[in-house]
């Protein structure tokens, strides 16, 4: 399944920065407003050790890992919502993507201009937030107006959808994005009909100063207590240093760079894993002499559905599924091995695939 995040943020707050780290895409990255004009759009692949000591055991011809697909969006000002500056093209953009990665400045640079003229990420969120929920306002007015037409009919339904789309409205213009609204699930089906921008689940990344990366600052602590009622993670990266190891030409030269600043691992990393568990996604794999390769899908995805990732076919024609746990293949060492241990569970339409599953699908068209 294809997996899409939008970089946003206000204009030079290091969005642009940390995409060429993420994708090796060298966009422009300009100190003055509106360096990104269109989104720039990058595949990154998805690191995931589990598909390397998987290759590893079996020595395959090829290693596909899985991807996500990353748009560094325009910067926003104040009034977008209303076209100002890129505004309308910087809120279409957003529409498209799967979730949103706010990047806010919590570095202090004189040589890098802020836009409002000093650090602040508390405000700078807000911001974005305010024209985020002006936008979707005036989306949900006019789904409401169209509601309350049909409603004059007297339909049971329509007067209910009514209901919902007021309930969405009066939760927006108390500031507040609508992925926090309470609603059944009827209710949750119409807020996913309205595509609303502030419906979309977000990742909140504090671009940092270097000496800040492990335990950040005073300005990324005061984002997180403004943030901290929300439902959301906050991760803090450097972009700045992931620029740096998006330089370096060999493993080895990354992971000496990351043990010199104290790291585990680049930023990156958590910023995709974190997109991941944002989206309630996992990783299977299927894995052989030819090839051994990861696929998305979302948790609870039941192994048809898992199968019909690879090919729509796949999925119609699903007899049955043979799995092995990556644990027990790690410990055993091969699937000849696993077979003979009894370890390879054979499971129908009902099964539902868990995260690290090694797969072989049986099917017939």
């Not at 450097?238 to 104290?262: C, H, N, P, Q, Y």
Request: proline share 3%; aromatic share 6%.
């Amino acid at each position: 399944m294809g997996l899409k995040c939008g970089i946003v943020g206000l204009p030079n707050v290091g969005k642009s920065t940390l995409f060429n780290a993420l994708t090796s895409a060298k966009a422009l990255a300009a100190n003055y407003p509106f360096a990104t004009k269109d989104p720039n759009v990058g595949v990154i692949t998805v690191p995931d050790a589990r598909l390397d000591k998987l290759a590893e055991l079996i020595n395959p011809r090829s290693l596909v890992p899985t991807t996500v697909e990353i748009l560094d969006i325009a910067g926003l000002i104040k009034g977008a919502s209303k076209g100002e500056g890129l505004g309308n093209q910087f809120l279409a953009n957003i529409r498209e993507t799967d979730a949103i990665i706010h990047v806010v400045r919590c570095f202090v640079d004189d040589n890098v201009v802020h836009v409002d003229g000093n650090v602040d990420p508390v405000r700078d969120k807000e911001v974005i937030d305010t024209e985020l929920i002006l936008k979707d306002i005036d989306t949900v007015e006019k789904r409401l107006d169209r509601q309350k037409k049909q409603a004059k009919s007297g339909s049971k339904d329509d007067v209910r959808l009514v209901e919902y789309a007021e309930k969405i409205l009066q939760h927006l213009s108390d500031a507040k994005p609508a992925r926090s609204v309470d609603l059944d699930d009827e209710g949750m089906e119409l807020l996913k009909d309205m595509y609303l921008l502030t419906a979309k689940p977000i990742l909140y990344v504090c671009n940092v100063d270097e000496g800040s990366v492990l335990t950040g600052n005073e300005h990324s602590e005061r984002f997180r207590k403004a943030v901290a009622d929300e439902p959301a993670e906050v991760i803090l990266i450097s972009a700045g240093i992931e620029a740096d190891i998006a330089e370096l030409e060999t493993k080895e030269e990354r992971m000496e760079f990351l043990a010199d600043m104290g790291l585990d691992e680049p930023g990156v990393n958590k910023l995709i894993h974190s997109a991941y568990k944002l989206l309630n996604l996992i990783t299977y794999f299927t894995a052989g002499e030819k090839e051994v390769r990861a696929w998305t899908i979302r948790r609870g995805t039941k192994a048809p559905g898992a199968a019909g990732v690879i090919h729509t076919d796949f999925e119609k024609g699903f007899i049955r599924a043979e799995v092995i746990k990556y644990d027990d293949y790690v410990r055993l060492g091969s699937e000849a091995a696993v077979k003979d241990a009894g370890k390879m569970g054979v499971e129908g339409k009902e099964y539902v695939v868990t995260d690290g599953d090694v797969m072989h699908f049986r099917f017939n068209v």
